[in-house]
């Protein structure tokens, strides 16, 4: 199941690429970080995951690697589907970003309730408006 949710979730990655580079470099680039910087720790999780079912390393490197190249295969997808549909750029843009809140929304912040000391909330709190200062940031620079 790992292998196949990955897989999906890499394809979408790919997708979000391609339709940012064709919307705009910058926005691309951005995206591009933005993925790497979240996909980098995940496929370390998953290989850990993946060893402790019972794979080699060998083989869930090789997993893990062809897990990743579903990342390709969105972007190209995307790319040769969406170059001559640029009337479907914001659509696509916009439901990519409707996902990724859906998952803050519905996974990251329920979680903030799990340990409700105040202590742990002013940390997390820290961490979201760090979250945000970096994508402020990043923006800031790619702007000029």
Known sequence: MILIGNSVHNFCDGIVIAASYLADPALGLAATLAIVSHAVPQQVGDFAVLLHSGYTRRRAFALNVATGCATLA???????????????????????????????????????????????????????????GVIAAVHALLAH
């Open 74 to 132: 969105g972007a190209l997808g995307a790319y040769f589907a969406l170059s001559d549909m640029q009337q479907a750029l914001p659509t696509v843009l916009a439901i990519a970003a409707a996902s990724l809140l859906y998952v803050a929304v519905a996974d990251l912040i329920p979680s903030l309730h799990r340990r409700p000391e105040p202590l742990e909330t002013a940390k997390q709190s820290l961490l979201i408006a760090a979250g945000i």
